[in-house]
């Protein structure tokens, strides 16, 4: 996710600017360009209606829709396009405009449109139409797309969790034959367009997504779960595998030793699209297994950092990637992203089943006096989109488990 999605609008520099256009990302779902002269406001309406992204004023493109340099407008455009869209638009809403200078005179700026979906009341409609992004085309809406946007629970700011569709215990759940006792899960998902979008992993998809994973911090974590659940030693990590494959999921996993054991760890990554046919969302799910030592509880730091570390492989990793492989989203907005965790159940030789809680499998007496006498098996919370960027991953984790954890009976969680 390039920075120009979220640095301060104080920030966005010439050399930023530059910098994206340098990457010579074409024209696509999220992405725009327009040269002084043509009118932008048609490509507002229909990124706002779809992905969000960014719109450039005063960037010249070449073949393909690929950005060549960047030509500016005159000073005073941005008054007019913001002007415009205020008249023009249904509901009347403007998204945030940034003019950066281009010229060593002054006269000439470049704009840049950032369109946060989360916070368009959707749908905007321009002068009686309704404008939507398909490819690197704005089309307008037929009645499908009409009723889709008309219906979408997530067009408003900061969508709430959604923790009974991808909790632990419904969605792509671990917890079945051999039981861990606590799992720890993130997830981020993506919304696709249905009947106009790829709804098929390409080819060649499950060794990128291994790729990208060697590359993240997830064995180092597994490798110290491992390490402070033995209590010292020496342990053996296997490699990234894929588990399971087919043209719309993949399953890889990763253990702390051949195979998931007590004590031990497991760390299973699932991509997949989902929803009826065709795919109506593409979503990647990371879970970390943790069978525990008997009466040793899983440390609230382990606990914290767990988070810490899956929740940016999810969102900021995975998720762009698969993206960009499968619906061409090449510069993508931020996503939403969910944090879950659950604990699993004991099964006697006799058939009952024995419901764990997570006050005894977890360090939770850190966070302070808790109230009430619930018992605890799982929580869910989503990660504001305010914060999901990468200078704040920690800060939004934390946020969540704060919410999290008060809606365990903690008044005032402390974390470490």
Same mark, same amino acid.
């Given at each position: 996710?390039? %920075?120009?999605?979220?640095?301060?609008?104080?920030?966005?520099?010439?050399?930023?600017?530059?910098?994206?256009?340098?990457?010579?990302?074409?024209?696509?779902?999220?992405?725009?360009?327009?040269?002084?002269?043509?009118?932008?406001?048609?490509?507002?309406?229909?990124?706002?209606?779809?992905?969000?992204?960014?719109?450039?004023?005063?960037?010249?493109?070449?073949?393909?829709?690929?950005?060549?340099?960047?030509?500016?407008?005159?000073?005073?455009?941005?008054?007019?396009?913001?002007?415009?869209?205020?008249?023009?638009?249904?509901?009347?809403?403007?998204?945030?405009?940034?003019?950066?200078?281009?010229?060593?005179?002054?006269?000439?700026?470049?704009?840049?449109? =950032?369109?946060?979906?989360?916070?368009?009341?959707?749908?905007?409609?321009?002068?009686?139409?309704?404008?939507?992004?398909?490819?690197? =085309?704005?089309?307008?809406?037929?009645?499908?797309?009409?009723?889709?946007?008309?219906?979408?629970?997530?067009?408003?700011?900061?969508?709430?969790?959604?923790?009974?569709?991808?909790?632990?215990?419904?969605?792509?759940? %671990?917890?079945?034959?051999?039981?861990?006792?606590?799992?720890?899960?993130?997830?981020?998902?993506?919304?696709?367009?249905?009947?106009?979008?790829?709804?098929?992993?390409?080819? $060649?998809?499950?060794? =990128?997504?291994?790729?990208?994973?060697?590359?993240?911090?997830?064995?180092?974590?597994?490798?110290?779960?491992?390490?402070?659940?033995?209590?010292?030693?020496?342990?053996?990590?296997?490699?990234?595998?894929?588990?399971?494959?087919?043209?719309?999921?993949?399953?890889?996993?990763?253990?702390?030793?051949?195979?998931?054991?007590? %004590?031990?760890?497991?760390?299973?990554?699932?991509?997949?699209?989902?929803?009826?046919?065709?795919?109506?969302?593409?979503?990647?799910?990371?879970?970390?297994?943790?069978?525990?030592?008997?009466?040793?509880?899983?440390?609230?730091?382990?606990?914290?950092?767990?988070?810490?570390?899956?929740?940016?492989?999810?969102?900021?990793?995975?998720?762009?990637?698969?993206?960009?492989?499968?619906?061409?989203?090449?510069?993508?907005?931020?996503?939403?992203?969910?944090?879950?965790?659950?604990?699993?159940?004991?099964?006697? %030789?006799?058939?009952?089943?024995?419901?764990?809680?997570?006050?005894?499998?977890?360090?939770?007496?850190?966070? $302070?006096?808790?109230?009430?006498?619930?018992?605890?098996?799982?929580?869910?919370?989503?990660?504001?989109?305010?914060?999901?960027?990468?200078?704040?991953?920690?800060?939004?984790?934390?946020?969540?488990?704060?919410?999290?954890?008060?809606?365990?009976?903690?008044?005032?969680?402390?974390?470490?």
């Amino acid at each position: 996710m390039h %920075p120009l999605f979220q640095v301060p609008p104080t920030e966005v520099t010439l050399a930023l600017v530059q910098d994206f256009i340098d990457l010579k990302i074409r024209e696509g779902l999220t992405v725009e360009y327009k040269r002084a002269g043509d009118k932008p406001i048609e490509a507002v309406a229909a990124l706002a209606n779809t992905y969000g992204g960014l719109v450039f004023v005063g960037v010249a493109e070449g073949d393909k829709g690929v950005p060549s340099e960047i030509t500016g407008v005159p000073l005073g455009e941005k008054e007019k396009l913001v002007n415009q869209m205020g008249t023009s638009f249904d509901p009347p809403w403007s998204p945030e405009v940034i003019e950066v200078p281009c010229n060593e005179q002054g006269s000439k700026v470049v704009l840049v449109v =950032r369109i946060d979906r989360a916070t368009v009341p959707r749908p905007i409609v321009l002068n009686g139409s309704i404008f939507v992004r398909l490819d690197a =085309r704005n089309e307008k809406a037929n009645r499908q797309m009409m009723r889709m946007l008309l219906d979408d629970p997530n067009s408003q700011p900061e969508p709430r969790a959604t923790g009974t569709n991808r909790g632990l215990k419904s969605r792509e759940s %671990p917890f079945k034959g051999h039981e861990p006792d606590v799992v720890l899960r993130a997830v981020s998902v993506v919304q696709v367009w249905e009947g106009r979008e790829r709804t098929r992993f390409p080819s $060649g998809l499950a060794g =990128r997504v291994v790729d990208a994973l060697q590359g993240t911090h997830a064995q180092p974590l597994l490798s110290r779960l491992g390490l402070d659940l033995a209590g010292g030693g020496q342990v053996v990590t296997s490699p990234w595998q894929l588990a399971a494959a087919s043209s719309r999921r993949l399953k890889l996993e990763m253990s702390s030793d051949a195979k998931p054991s007590r %004590p031990g760890a497991q760390m299973t990554c699932t991509v997949r699209l989902d929803g009826s046919e065709p795919a109506s969302e593409l979503e990647v799910l990371f879970d970390t297994a943790v069978w525990l030592p008997r009466n040793v509880p899983l440390g609230l730091g382990l606990f914290l950092q767990v988070f810490y570390e899956s929740v940016p492989i999810v969102a900021n990793t995975l998720l762009p990637l698969v993206a960009e492989a499968t619906v061409g989203l090449k510069a993508m907005p931020v996503p939403l992203t969910e944090i879950h965790v659950a604990s699993g159940s004991t099964r006697s %030789p006799y058939g009952d089943v024995t419901h764990n809680y997570l006050t005894s499998l977890v360090s939770l007496s850190a966070l $302070g006096e808790r109230v009430g006498a619930r018992s605890i098996s799982e929580g869910s919370e989503t990660l504001l989109r305010s914060l999901v960027n990468p200078p704040h991953w920690n800060e939004a984790v934390r946020e969540a488990l704060v919410t999290m954890a008060m809606d365990w009976g903690f008044p005032d969680p402390k974390f470490p």
